[in-house]
């Protein structure tokens, strides 16, 4: 899966998304990295272009999408 680099947020370093499949990756600057489960490419362009990802990841990605925990990259 293809990914960015964020910059200017505190907790999140990578973000990708595989549309095919409806998974978000996202690494945080812990080095720990999760797969979010059917999420839309809609919503994971809203968060790219979100102010604050901490923000968004908080308000609309957390508790609402079925997540798993990769091992560390």
């Known amino acids: 899966m293809k990914t960015c680099k964020i910059k200017n947020s505190s907790n999140i370093s990578e973000i990708g998304h595989n549309e095919k499949k409806n998974i978000m990756e996202?690494?945080?600057?812990?080095?720990?990295?999760?797969h979010y489960y059917r999420v839309s490419k809609r919503v994971y362009e809203a968060f790219l272009k979100a102010d604050s990802k901490g923000k968004y990841f908080h308000a609309r990605i957390k508790g609402v999408y079925a997540y798993k925990k990769l091992e560390q990259k």
């Open 26 to 34: 996202i690494t945080f600057h812990n080095n720990k990295t999760y």
